[in-house]
């Protein structure tokens, strides 16, 4: 029950200054319902990673297949969440997280009552008429989530979803991804500087080093959830 798998991956940006190499010879076996955290120091070739993985930017040697085909381009069975939210200043949070709809081609009409609960689910109940800047940092990431899961995708990319907050938010915002995530099943990887935040949050931790971009270590967990 491999969802994606990553194999021989590399990345090279170009630069003035030469070539940079992201990602070298990663290998990455992603289980359907798994949730993997890749955590690492800045400029281990998370964020690449993430990107490539999200079609976002194309690998330069290796593959990656997601459920046994190549990948080519975004495809439409993932959601991504980014550090910094990506809402739109002067739609309400509703039409925001009926975007994702929009850029599928999909009805939005017939998205409306699941994005209604799962801003209800995201402890935004009440909020879907206003607008992102009278919102908290950290209601616009609950809606970037709601967001990216409204289309019910088989796979949630999330690069540092909460790294933008303040300590006390991101605390109470990864005791509530875990409390949402047990019994949802759903694959995802989430990037994190923090390994406390990995384990917390993860089935699997996924460990880079600046080598550059390689896979260092990885380990299952298995911890209660809160
Ligand atoms: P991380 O997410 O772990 O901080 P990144 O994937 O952002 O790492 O970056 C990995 C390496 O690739 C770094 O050396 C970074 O400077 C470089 N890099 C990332 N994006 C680009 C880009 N668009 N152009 C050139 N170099 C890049
Ligand atoms: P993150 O913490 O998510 O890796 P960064 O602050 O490292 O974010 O990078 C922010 C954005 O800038 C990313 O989209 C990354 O691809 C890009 N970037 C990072 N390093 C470089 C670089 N050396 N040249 C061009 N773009 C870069």
Redesign the pocket.
Known sequence: DTYLQVRGAGKT?P?KHGS?V?LSDINLDVRLGQFNSIV??????????LKCIAGLENITSGNITVSGKPLIGPPDRMGVVFQRDVLLDWRTILDNVLLQAEFLGHPREQYRDRAMQLLERFGLKGYEKRHPWELSGGMRQRASICRALLCDPDLLLM?EPFGALDAMTRDDLNVELARIWQGTNKTVIF?THSISEAVFLADRVVM?SRG??RIVDMFDVDLPRP
């Open positions: 940006y630069s940079v992201a690492g120091p800045s400029g281990c070739g998370k964020s690449t990673l690069d990037i880079m550059p971009g």
